[in-house]
């Protein structure tokens, strides 16, 4: 292989990679793709200025969808490789790698199809290209990109926005530093109205990388001829003008070969007295070598700049990869170290929240230490030891025989009922905490960075703990409610005996009309009594539902929250493993992607690297 052929082969093989992953020098990208650091060559010119016509030439075969209005929708991206003489002609879609066509009526057809595919059968247009790659003696290595044609006017059933879409979407191609324009103007038409002209003006006004193609040399009218184009005195570019006569219509439904076409060509200028002088600077064929010559030349140039833009997007490549996270291994005992790895990565961190650290354990002392108290508060023990209260649980407990000294059944039921009141603090303190640790638990997972790929295993893991966080509570609210019940069960009986013995009887005599049996201070003094002693046991509830909150559910949640996860993990089978390690789709479609690339990318310095060797 020649340098030239490999260096264009590098350029072709790059490009094909480029698309295949969606790299098509897309409008809204910020940094240079590497499609954009190639160079290529766009044909643009007006409908009917004969740019199919140019490029079959180029190519030597009739290919492309022919019909009137505007044929071609989607940039064409045509690669061309030369073979050896005497092997066959085939072209290949980049859509359809395992398919070789040898018909080129086929390929025609698939183009027409695969352009409706993308666009709809409407006649929109659409700026994703289409590949296309032929094999054959008769081409020189080249790559071209066939645009729609510019136009005037909208047709039927196309809204009238087409016009200005196709602009655009050519100039979005050739105003690419990096992109040859191959500018098709008819030569029966004034150059100075030339779209194609233009538009090249417009976006390389030195016209460096621009190709001036003068199209319909054959149909000038009688007596005048092309000179001043070709011979750069109308628009000046820095490459020469090419003159070019391609089959007319009735050629093309006579069905005359492109070969014959070719050497009818040739002829033409061969023998033309006007262009006689110009002959070896003009025809399809000539083109082709000097498109080809010059894309070499070009892509020598640039090559240095190719390889830092791939070096750099190898870096960045990887660290991507490193950020994304190894690929999971497939062997059971790999993973079941991994999920343990991971499981033990979120424990690490929900510790850290209830040790300190991070923050949100200290609102567990929050609950002890501001809700429980204000709780502890707020039971309704005024209106339970109202005297009226008081003095009618008394007289229920002494019933047809009223207490001689102390009402030892009523202070009782006073207590009792009163300790009852304790059970929904108790109960609301092991839900608090209950929530603090479920939130945490939350929290913490959200904060493990390893465990952001695998979605499965977050719920898993996620309802795990909440099942043990259930669990814990359930043991919380027993242990606080059996603190509140052993308080009733037995009463502290040094406080009674500290009391004053409350000898009154009888009645006050003070009182006119006492209708009790006993006086309002009497009762007065027995809720007090009562009152004070709820006071102590709030005070040491107060003080025992923190202990045994902790010691349920803290303590717990910090040892053996996820026991029971161990447990089951322990126990499954390879292929449920890899279910919890199912990662998010979309994760590893983009790791898939970013290792595509970055394999593109490598080859691709591959392959410079043994073509700057190979000169
Ligand atoms: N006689 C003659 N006819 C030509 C020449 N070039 C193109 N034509 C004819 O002009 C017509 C248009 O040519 P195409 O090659 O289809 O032009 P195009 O720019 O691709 O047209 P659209 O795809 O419709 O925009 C066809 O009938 C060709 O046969 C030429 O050099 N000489």
Known sequence: MTTMESLIGLVNRIQRACTVLGDHGGADGALPT????????AVVGGQSSGKSSV??????RDFLPRGSGIVTRRPLVLQLHKTEDGEPEYAEFLHMQKRRFSDFALVRKEIQDETDRMTGRSKMISPVPIHLSIYSPNVVNLTLIDLPGLTKVAIEGQPDSIVEDIENMVRSYVEKPNCIILAIS??????ATSDAIKLAREVDPTGERTFGVLTKLDLMDKGTNALDVLEGRSYKLQHPWVGIVNRSQADINKNVDMIVARRREREYFANSPEYSHLSSKMGSEYLAKLLSRHLESVI?????????????????????MD????PIALDAGAQLYTILELCRAFDKIFKEHLEGGRPGGDRIYGVFDNQLPAALKKLPFDRHLSLQNVRKVISEADGYQPHLIAPEQGYRRLIESSLNYFRGPAEASVDAVHYVLKELVRKSIGETQELKRFPTLQAELAAASYEALERFREDGKKTTLRLV???????????????????????NPAAPNNVDRYSEGHFRRIGSNVSSYIGMVSE???????KAVVYCQVREAKRSLLNHFYMLVGRKEAKQLALLLDEDPALMERRQQCAKRLELYKSARDEIDSVAWAK
Do not use: C, H
């Open 323 to 326: 950020y994304l996270g190894r």
């Open 186 to 191: 008819p030569a029966n038409q004034d150059i």
């Open 34 to 41: 590497l499609w954009e650091a190639l160079p290529s060559v």
């Open 485 to 507: 019940d052993m308080e009733s069960s037995y009463l502290t009986v040094e406080f009674f005996r500290r009391l004053p013995q409350d000898v009154e009887k009888g009645g």
């Open 55 to 60: 490029l079959e030439s180029i190519v030597g």
């Open 300 to 320: 020598r140039a640039r090559i240095p700049s190719i390889t830092s833009l791939i070096n750099k997007s190898i870096d960045e490549l990887e660290s991507e």
């Open 540 to 546: 040491t509830l107060k003080n025992t539902i923190p």
